[in-house]
């Protein structure tokens, strides 16, 4: 087993050892950030079509745009879907909103597809506008123990000449977290300049 990781966070690079992670997930704790990391902790498999379509919705939105636009976007999203009204009367994205009809409208023969696919990521790969980096995403908020290739991780990776999955796989023989887990507090960390 691994004891020390060698994760470069500047000029000089500083080595992460075990104790070094436990006391960046302890800082995020610490700064707020508790509910992200315990969010990553309790996933489990989505086990319904309405959740399957409104996490892919909530992917679509993220794509290329900051959380908190995406989320402010969802909230007018669920008041219109509330109020009968279409997604286009509040959202002008024609692309992402065709996308997100789709998969509302078709909510359970994809749920059904996906909890039938061997390789679910090639699955959510099929879904429009869900790509390369964003299955992995959506694949996270699903459930599934998996690392999502976002440009923080792929450059901390990048310095120790890993994949990002590679690196968070290490992080997590050597802490106990689930890959989800590391890969939130490495992203989070990142996020917030401290990696």
């Known amino acids: 087993m691994v004891s020390e ?9 500083v080595m992460m050892t075990k104790d ?4 960046l997930r302890r800082r995020l704790v610490m700064a707020g950030y508790g509910q992200e990391i315990a969010w990553a902790e309790c996933l489990k498999p989505c086990d319904s079509a ?5 996490e892919a919705m909530w992917v679509i939105l993220c794509s290329g745009m900051k959380a908190q636009i995406a989320r402010m976007i969802e909230e007018k ?9 279409p997604i286009s009367s509040v959202f002008g994205h ?10 509302l409208d078709d909510k359970h023969r994809l749920f059904v597809d996906f909890q039938k696919a061997t390789d679910k990521l090639a699955f959510l790969k099929t879904l429009p506008w869900i790509g390369d980096i964003t299955k992995y995403h959506l694949a996270k908020n699903l459930g599934i123990d998996v690392v999502k290739p976002d440009r923080h991780l792929v450059r901390i990776a990048a310095k120790e000449n890993k994949t ?4 968070c796989k290490e992080i997590s023989g050597l802490t106990g977290d689930s890959l989800a887990v590391v890969d939130t507090v490495i992203w989070r960390a990142a996020n917030l300049g401290w990696l």
């Open 20 to 23: 070094q992670y436990t006391d």
């Open 164 to 167: 990002p999955h590679e690196l």
């Open 50 to 54: 309405l959740d399957f379509a409104l």
């Open 94 to 103: 024609k692309g992402k909103v065709k996308a997100i009809e789709y998969i």
């Open 77 to 85: 999203i669920y008041k219109a879907l509330n109020n009968g009204q």
């Open 5 to 13: 990781l060698s994760l470069f966070t500047g000029a000089g690079g």
